[in-house]
């Protein structure tokens, strides 16, 4: 029997899987997150005046994956596009597809909307998601800085 991949918006009764699956995320890439910092992202998730938005990969019912993401303008091309800031699955539920659901999800989404491109950026040693990437997504020439103020 094959498990059913779903991609809905990330929903109030979402907040324990969520919780689990943002703080693995954040232990992947080696970022301290607290308990408070995750409670700001998930109120911004369910506030709808705020930029990021959030989905939750389901498989067979159970939330295995998630996808917070934003718009932003692209003012070389006069257009807008998506932003994918964090994506993650969880370890066990890797090779059933569902980062690739989330970021052709976005896609659509992006097409229903008229954003131009999803864009998203990762870790140099991220093997694993960057075969996922490679397979959907055309690597950029663009290399990343951060200046903090």
Not at 65 to 87: K, N, W
Request: hydrophobic share 40%; proline share 5%; glycine share 8%.
């Amino acid at each position: 029997m094959t498990e059913t991949l779903r991609i809905v918006p990330v929903a109030q009764h979402h907040r324990a899987a969520w919780d689990r699956l943002y703080a693995g995320y954040a232990e992947f890439y080696r970022a301290t997150q607290t308990p408070e910092m995750r409670d700001r992202v998930w109120s911004w998730l369910h506030d709808p005046a705020h930029e990021v938005n959030g989905l939750i990969a389901e498989l067979g019912g159970v939330p295995v994956g998630l996808a917070h993401y934003r718009s932003f303008a692209r003012p070389l091309s006069a257009s807008v596009g998506c932003f994918l800031d964090d994506l993650f699955v969880d370890p066990a539920a890797r090779g059933k597809r569902a980062a690739d659901a989330l970021i052709l999800h976005l896609g659509a989404l992006a097409r229903e909307r008229g954003w131009s491109v999803v864009r998203w950026i990762t870790a140099d040693d991220n093997y694993r998601g960057r075969g996922v990437y490679d397979r959907l997504a055309k690597r950029t020439m663009w290399i990343t800085y951060d200046h903090t103020p």
